[in-house]
């Protein structure tokens, strides 16, 4: 074999297995690493809802306010984006145990208790508020466990 056919197929060999490094790569970004990242994100903003609403978790009202109706709203919506994270999870178990991620089954009962946070921030009667109230720290609670959340 020439000289000259020895460094091109080195050439052509180093150029593929670059390639092939770099596809492989991507790929372990794309399915494993992002969808990891998206759903802690989340759980960063589920934290930080909870603390920013407290105010109107800790105060139902029996009035519909602006205010009230945009903490309900947002914690609805981060109820469904939790659930829509761990979808792009569940395909992949493994992950979910090596990246110390919650189970389905926490995160199914945390989105549920933001449902039930978001449903708690309206008191049909002013007698039920204090019942309410509680209610609504449980769910907290709850969520809290589920994630992991700090306090």
């Known amino acids: 074999m020439s000289e000259v056919l020895t460094i091109s197929l080195t050439a052509a060999l180093t150029v593929l297995g670059g390639l092939f ?25 589920v934290a930080y809802a909870l603390d920013f609403y407290a105010n109107a978790y800790c105060n139902p009202s029996t009035l519909m306010t602006e205010d009230l109706q ?10 469904g984006q939790l659930r829509a994270n761990s979808y792009e999870l569940t395909t992949r178990p493994w992950i979910r145990l090596r990246a ?6 926490d995160i199914d009962e945390a989105s549920s208790n933001m449902i039930g946070l978001s449903n708690g ?31």
Do not use: C, M, W
Request: without cysteine.
């Open 21 to 45: 490094v770099l596809v492989v790569g991507r790929l372990t970004e794309k399915f494993l690493i992002e969808p990891i990242i998206r759903f802690r994100s989340t759980v960063r903003e």
């Open 70 to 79: 945009l903490a309900s709203r947002e914690l609805r919506h981060l109820a």
């Open 100 to 105: 110390k991620l919650p189970t389905t089954q």
């Open 121 to 151: 921030l309206f008191a049909v009667h002013p007698d039920s508020i204090h019942d309410l109230i509680d209610a609504n720290l449980k769910r907290v609670d709850a969520v809290r466990l589920k994630l992991s959340i700090r306090t």
